[in-house]
């Protein structure tokens, strides 16, 4: 399930299962949007993007949802892995100007094996 | 080569010290940044540099002095910080001039200000 501590939302899932994770965006105007993982002690990993033209894309094992109307992106993992085990950051552009990344709060993912 | 490095990987320094942190990538990417992250949160962007030009400085104090010697170098060059600036320092970069550009980051500097 899905809980929020001090700081860190978490999601535990059982290996096999698979994972959504949410993230709500600030900006009506953002037009692009990005999902990073970051593993303990390494920088943030791309995992997909969307624009804000598109309200599905699908990656291998990863889908990305995104519903402008009520500013909400998602993050589907199928079949969830043990190194899949990572805090999932989105990441919303906005502004017009390239590199003006905002990156939510981060949900930790803990996969059961 | 994909990757973007950054030295050093840890470092310890007294609020007296100068010290600089370095990124380098050899992608072509004409877009560099410097992001700062503390411990179980998001990163925040410090500075944008697009084709070795300061484009974003997102208000952050001076104590922090970016530099892009050319285009696969970024320095962050660091004085007079506070305990509170002890963080993880990430570099990324990217392709400029095209709008939907996905950043690639360094593992990061964790840098302690005693």
């Known amino acids: 399930g899905e809980s929020v501590g001090l700081h860190l939302p978490t999601l535990s899932v059982q290996e096999g299962d698979n994972s959504i994770i949410n993230c709500a965006y600030s900006n009506s105007a953002s037009d692009y949007f990005i999902w990073y993982k970051q593993e303990s002690g390494k920088g943030p990993q791309f995992i997909i993007d969307i624009r804000s033209n598109m309200d599905k894309r699908q990656g291998q094992r990863v889908t990305v949802l995104l519903n402008k109307t009520v500013k909400h992106l998602s993050l589907q993992i199928a079949a969830t892995q043990p190194g899949d085990s990572a805090v999932y950051f989105c990441?919303?552009?906005?502004?017009?100007?390239?590199?003006?990344?905002?990156f939510g709060k981060g949900t930790k993912l803990s996969v059961k094996p | 080569d994909t990757e973007v490095t950054q030295t050093p990987k840890h470092l310890v320094m007294g609020m007296t010290n100068k010290k600089s942190l370095k990124c380098e990538q050899h992608m072509g990417h004409r877009a560099m940044y410097w992001y700062k992250q503390k411990a179980k949160k998001p990163p925040e962007l410090m500075f944008v540099y697009s084709y070795e030009k300061l484009s974003i400085n997102e208000s952050v104090p001076s104590r922090f002095s970016p530099e892009c010697p050319n285009s696969s170098l970024l320095n962050l060059h660091l004085h007079a910080l506070q305990p509170e600036d002890s963080a993880l320092y990430l570099c990324?970069?990217?392709?400029?001039?095209?709008?939907?550009?996905?950043?690639?980051f360094g593992p990061g500097t964790r840098l302690t200000v005693l």
């Open positions: 990441a919303e552009n906005y502004g017009g100007s390239q590199g003006n990344l905002i």
């Open positions: 990324a970069s990217s392709q400029a001039g095209t709008y939907y550009n996905e950043q690639f």
